[in-house]
């Protein structure tokens, strides 16, 4: 029987250095495979992972992945995928198809809205999304398929606006926006019940406009009902019109670990 040590051993065995190749064939039966902090691992994932087909959880956290195949959208039972701070600037065609996925994590990768596949949001099982530290300037309005989701976290992109349709997320428990751009919340927002104690509602270090800024200095749910006030629609409403330019962020992401180049190899 193969264990998840062996085939930790085995992918970040330096032997097989910038050729390693992963026959993922005698894999078949796991559930499980967790590969993280791999130097050694490829920049490209094998297609053949799709011969995992009985694979639930998937973790390539933390490795030099720049690319993913098509094939990945094969695993059908995957119902956790974590490709954290990696190097991913696109998501293969056809990478909605999974249709049992409810975790994914593409954190800290140099993705934007250009960057999603046209299906991707048919992952309607999706429990959780993590997209912080990307390159999102706008959120597709398809999210509000997603209404499933109980985890949203977008922290650290460059969001300049939120769609209407994340009213439609009424499940919905953890917002995290924080580290944008935004300056205003679509009333829509105020659909959802982030205000309570078990829910999480982060949105610090954004320009806001000022009555926003000011309700923000009160507490959560005062912005939450200001936003659902007739006067804040009308004054939404204003500022959508006027469509100004939200102000520059000030960090600089070509420093990020993701944009550095790939030093090489061992060999």
Known sequence: KWTRT??????????????????????????????????????????????????????????????????????????????GMNRLNTLPRGF?????????????????????????????????LYLSDNDFEILPPDIGKLTKLQILSLRDNDLISLPK?????????????????????????????????KQVFKAENNPWVTPIADQFQLGVSHVFEYIRSETYKYLYGRHMQANPEPPKKNNDKSKKISRKPLAAKNK
């Open 6 to 83: 062996w085939i930790l051993d085995y992918l970040s065995s330096k032997q097989n250095g910038p050729s390693l190749k992963m026959n993922f064939y005698f894999m078949f039966t796991l559930a499980l495979v967790a590969v993280t902090h791999c130097e050694n691992f490829p920049t490209a994932v094998p297609a053949n992972i799709a011969d995992l087909r009985n694979i639930e959880v998937l973790n390539f956290f933390n490795n030099q992945i720049e690319e993913l195949p098509t094939q990945i959208s094969s695993l059908q039972k995957l119902k956790h995928l974590n490709l």
């Open 96 to 128: 909605g198809s999974l249709p049992a996925l409810e975790v994914l994590d593409l954190t800290y990768n140099n993705l934007n809205e250009n960057s999603l596949p046209g299906n991707f949001f048919y992952l309607t099982t999706l429990r959780a």
């Open 165 to 197: 349709e994340i009213g439609e997320l009424t499940q919905l428990k953890e917002l995290h926006i924080q580290g944008n751009r935004l300056t205003v919340l679509p009333p829509e927002l105020g659909n959802l019940d982030l205000t309570g104690q």
